[in-house]
């Protein structure tokens, strides 16, 4: 039987370590990258997103949506429930745009996006041109199953340009 040369072995070894300090920054990579990070902030507090400060005035449940064009209400599928988000955003940053990508957050950092709803609201949903330094109100609605509604963490301000975290903002406490 005729031995390794010492050479082969040691070729084989830094061959496995490079396959493995690449597969190691891979996994760190796509961790950091594509499993959304939050970072709940405490109730009434502000959230910065793509130059804009965003805050919740209210979380409210509700069965059926209000129809002020005097039609028929807005009803959700079965087994699930409307969640209102009344929002207050101000914009600060002139260069940036403010796209609105809220999503609720509720267990296990469960996501919903907001809701299409074909009934004509009081309260705009998202303004798209957001006047600087002005606070402007609107609301995003999201259909929750019911058996979470009454556990959600708050409404993530995602922002897919920045690898920070994610800010997820709470209603102020009553």
Not at 45 to 56: I, L
Not at 62 to 72: F, I, P, T, W
């Amino acid at each position: 039987m005729r031995a390794l040369p010492l050479r082969r072995i040691l070729f084989a070894v830094a061959a496995f370590a490079a396959v493995l300090i690449y597969l190691t920054w891979w996994v760190t990579y796509a961790g950091i990258h594509y499993m959304p990070r939050y970072r709940l902030l405490p109730p009434g507090v502000s959230g910065e997103t793509q130059g804009t400060s965003v805050r919740v005035l209210s979380l409210t449940r509700s069965e059926q949506l209000a129809n002020v064009g005097g039609g028929q209400p807005g009803l959700p599928d079965p087994g699930a429930v409307w969640i209102v988000a009344e929002l207050e955003a101000v914009r600060h940053d002139p260069a940036k745009e403010f796209l609105c990508g809220n999503e609720l957050i509720g267990p296990g950092w469960r996501q919903w996006p907001t809701a299409s709803v074909q009934v004509q609201r009081s309260t705009p949903s998202c303004p798209l041109d957001l006047a600087i330094g002005e606070p402007v109100r609107f609301e995003s609605i999201f259909m929750v199953p019911a058996r979470y509604a009454d556990q959600l963490s708050g409404i993530a301000l995602r922002d897919d340009s920045s690898a920070a975290r994610t800010a997820v903002i709470r209603p102020p406490e009553s």
